[in-house]
């Protein structure tokens, strides 16, 4: 959608960043760039230039960054992985062939610890109900596929995406010492397990619905109903203690569960569990297995080209020890001053919104009193944390092992800190992202908002740009973030975060009915070859009306304010040039709608933009007054 000499009154996007985008190039390892990705890019290659330095010999800044840099030596040391090959994995593909039904539940525990694919998934997190204590999740596993949707009859996409990730896998069983009939059989197998699981699974727009994962059921229940996966023995195998009632997920699943796994489809379930681990760890094996075995997943964003071996095993440490490498970036790259500044920033965007809350034309004094106190109680992350995760210093690096063997060492620790948290308090100070993160989040169970360092720059953020600049930039961002506690998700979670209903009855109808306008308003609009399911983005959607309604009423506040550079900045904020096959797994999976609308729609709800622009009937950026949706 890029053209250029286009009247900002027809298409602010364009008119903004179509120069930009007929000249941007996409790196060749990567499915976008622009916004969000050029300042990921910029980070990256400030981190990779320190690990390097420290690599060559220069003073580690501390001990977590000398042991990512001890990984990042192991994962680009190609010579030995190369002599090495597939024989770290090997190991764990003999283990998963040998298993017997009997011998699974007698191992169940050490194979989840141990990073084995497994036809159930269980986590720790905080209970949505009471938000101070850890309860234990249950679901199903993943597809092959992005989405469930991507199985339907007639979906040529999903067809052609299959065909890949069997020639893939095909790629890396040959490596194997499977017999080539046996690699075909796997393949088969796996692909008929897959099946099974993408019937009993939810959608997207199902996971969507946040507050519909809770479904507590006494363990007893959940037991008889996974048999015949012994859940007990895992329980005992991997939790500090037996809960009491376990958090349903995904009823659905476990009440169709048997159907996918039993003793007629245990040899299904081992091809699969074969190929699946096996294609997930070729990025810790040869450089040949990394890159034939990413061959799925590039296909997925389109991007043409793996990364390099020194990039590769930058973002292979990278992930590993993200936190206290986000804590270096922030401490490093992110001043005092600025961290200050943007603190006011968000301080003054919550009272804009105490005060639209309290003017808000359709809720009650009574509602709108428990908004304010759940905004008084929300929690501020700016920057980085203090201090790092107690996880990080259990984790360690053996140069003498090989890198599979690292990696998967390190996960158990880290699945096992994890777990051990169910008979534990709630730890409210726990940071959802790094410091060097290009992104934001709110998290409804928690009551807070987290601003990472790597965000705080331009064009979001810059202490040269004004005031107007910023608000239509972090400011938006921001207010974004907040509107999430009132979108039709975070609407649900009280100001600690439990899961309760604070509003009037009549309030909450009137809500449904604004939530229906945006999911409308999204609804069925043509892009990148689909169209746009306006219920999977409904949740993103409110909260970037709310967020640039918000930053526009603050921006108004300041008698400078210029609101064609406040417009301005919001549209150059989603700039984004992506790989058609990117987009469209975007448009089936992404909670967010795609950049070019979230540039293009939310400003069209606002009367100010009319104003600004003289935009009038007959324009392309036009909406008739009556369509104008405010909820926030």
């Excluded at 809960?243 to 007629?264: C, K, R, S, T, W």
């Excluded at 200050?340 to 009650?364: F, N, P």
């Excluded at 608000?471 to 509107?483: D, N, T």
Aim: with cysteine.
């Amino acid at each position: 959608m890029s053209e250029t000499n286009i009247r900002i009154q027809d298409d602010l996007y364009n008119a903004v960043n179509g120069e930009w985008e007929k000249d941007a190039v996409i790196p060749d390892d990567k499915p976008a760039t622009g916004g969000f990705h050029d300042l990921a890019d910029d980070v990256e290659k400030k981190l990779m230039a320190d690990f390097e330095n420290v690599a060559a010999g220069e003073g580690a800044p501390d001990e977590y960054f000398a042991e990512a840099v001890k990984l990042y030596k192991l994962a680009k040391d190609f010579t030995s992985r190369d002599r090495e090959g597939i024989e770290p994995e090997q190991k764990r593909l003999h283990r998963i062939q040998k298993l017997t039904l009997d011998e699974f539940n007698a191992q169940v525990g050490d194979l989840a610890l141990s990073s084995y694919p497994l036809p159930f998934a269980v986590d720790v997190a905080a209970d949505m109900k009471d938000t101070s204590k850890n309860a234990v999740g249950f679901s199903g596993p993943s597809t092959i596929l992005p989405d469930t949707t991507y199985y339907a009859e007639g979906n040529e996409s999903g067809k052609q995406l299959l065909q890949v990730f069997s020639a893939t896998a095909k790629s890396v069983l040959a490596a194997t010492d499977l017999s080539a009939e046996d690699q075909e059989a796997y393949i088969a197998k796996t692909l008929s397990f897959d099946a099974k699981i993408a019937a009993r699974v939810k959608s997207q727009e199902e996971w969507a619905d946040y507050p519909a994962v809770y479904n507590p059921q006494p363990l007893t229940e959940v037991a008889d109903k996974a048999d015949p996966v012994d859940l007990i023995a895992f329980l005992n195998d991997t939790m500090p203690g037996l809960p009491e009632q376990i958090i349903v997920y995904d009823p659905h699943f476990l009440d169709e569960m048997h159907g996918l796994f039993n003793a007629d489809t245990f040899d299904e379930y081992k091809a699969w569990a074969y190929v699946s681990d096996l294609l997930s760890n070729t990025g810790f094996l040869s450089d040949e297995l990394r890159i034939n075995g990413g061959a799925y997943k590039r296909a997925l964003s389109g991007a043409p080209s793996a990364p390099t071996q020194i990039k590769h095993a930058y973002r292979l440490a990278n992930s590993i020890f993200s936190e206290p490498i986000g804590v270096y970036y922030g401490r490093t790259y992110f001043g005092e001053k600025a961290k200050q500044d943007v603190t006011g920033l968000v301080e003054q965007m919550i009272e804009t919104y105490k005060q639209r809350l309290q003017a808000s034309s359709w809720l009650s004094s009574e509602t709108s009193a428990k908004a304010v106190v759940k905004l008084d109680k929300m929690v501020l992350k700016m920057g980085y944390p203090d201090k790092v995760d107690a996880v990080f210093d259990k984790l360690h690096v053996d140069l003498d092992q090989p890198l599979l063997d690292n990696i998967i060492a390190i996960t158990r620790t880290k699945i096992a800190h994890q777990f051990a948290k169910l008979t534990k308090p709630v730890d409210r100070g726990e940071w959802a992202m790094p410091g060097h993160l290009v992104n934001a989040c709110y998290d409804p169970s928690r009551n807070d908002i987290t601003f990472p360092a790597a965000i705080l720059q331009a064009p979001f953020y810059s202490l040269k740009q004004s005031d107007s600049v910023n608000l239509g930039g972090i400011g938006a961002v921001i207010a974004h973030e907040i509107s999430h506690g009132f979108d039709n998700n975070g609407a649900q979670f009280d100001e600690f975060g439990n899961l309760k209903n604070w509003w009037t009855e009549a309030d909450y109808k009137v809500f449904n009915g604004l939530t229906q306008q945006m999911i409308d308003e999204f609804n069925g609009i043509e892009y990148a070859g689909g169209t746009v399911n306006g219920k999977l983005i409904v949740s993103e959607n409110i909260a970037d009306a709310g967020g640039l309604a918000a930053a526009l009423a603050t921006a108004k506040k300041n008698p400078d304010v210029d609101l064609k550079a406040f417009f301005t900045n919001w549209s150059r904020i989603w700039r984004m040039k992506a790989r058609t096959e990117y987009k469209q797994l975007l448009l089936s999976t992404d909670v967010h709608a795609p950049n070019y609308l979230r540039a293009n729609i939310q400003p069209r709800n606002l009367d100010d933009w009319y104003s600004t622009f003289d935009v009038q009937p007959g324009d392309g950026m036009y909406l008739e007054p009556e369509k104008r949706i405010t909820i926030w």
